[in-house]
T-cell receptor, first 111, second 116 residues
């Protein structure tokens, strides 16, 4: 059974601080995605990574896919209150159609 | 707007009742899936389909049935609801994957189900 372990589960920080969220597995994934979810809505895609070692940047967000394609991280620089939300990592199996999610990291950025 | 439409948004059932959560997408996506979201547990995959007539089980399939008679629709059936099925249910869809490609999911707004 594939599992994605996400940490931390909850993070409360001050505006301007940096943070990193981790997503780890013992399984290899063909791709990994990061989603953000607001209350009462479905998750919305932030980024997809498909190549081991890949790094993608989205403004103040930096995403990295591990060399072995088993783990990923999300780093936010100078967090802002607008970054508050639930961040979810998701991995797709090497067969290509089964996507599982981590438990999520609930981020709260205080002004 | 194009996307994934789920109905109903809210539903209250009594234990033992049956119901169907509806999901429709108008993006001609091959892949559709159902997840449930419970506090502290992220999204767990219930069932998924890679095309009309093809379905497969996910992580937590027990107590749920699905069928895929058309590309657009992927209903989730609860045959005999239990309190443990109280959750928020999300339907998602994506395009057919190129070899080694990413499964980028588009989600519906969710259906909140309470089983008493």
């Amino acid at each position: 059974t594939q599992l994605l372990e996400q940490s931390p589960q909850f993070l409360s920080i001050q505006e301007g601080e940096n943070l990193t969220v981790y997503c780890n597995s013992s399984s290899v994934f063909s791709s990994l995605q990061w989603y953000r979810q607001e209350p009462g809505e479905g998750p919305v895609l932030l980024v997809t990574v498909v190549t081991g070692g890949e790094v993608k940047k989205l403004k103040r967000l930096t995403f990295q896919f591990g060399d072995a394609r088993k783990d990923s991280s999300l780093h936010i620089t100078a967090a802002q209150p607008g970054d508050t939300g639930l961040y979810l990592c998701a991995g797709t199996n090497t067969g290509g159609f089964k996507t599982i999610f981590g438990a999520g990291t609930r981020l709260f950025v205080k002004a | 707007n194009a996307g994934v439409t789920q109905t109903p948004k809210f539903q209250v059932l009594k234990t033992g009742q049956s119901m169907t959560l509806q999901c429709a997408q108008d993006m001609n996506h091959e892949y559709m899936s159902w997840y449930r979201q419970d506090p502290g547990m992220g999204l767990r995959l219930i069932h998924y389909s890679v095309g009309a007539g093809i379905t497969d089980q996910g992580e937590v399939p027990n107590g749920y049935n699905v069928s895929r008679s058309t590309t657009e629709d992927f209903p989730l059936r609860l045959l005999s609801a239990a309190p443990s099925q109280t959750s928020v249910y999300f339907c998602a869809s994506s395009q057919a994957l190129p070899r080694g490609g990413a499964n980028v999911l588009t989600f519906g707004a969710g259906s909140r189900l309470t089983v008493l």
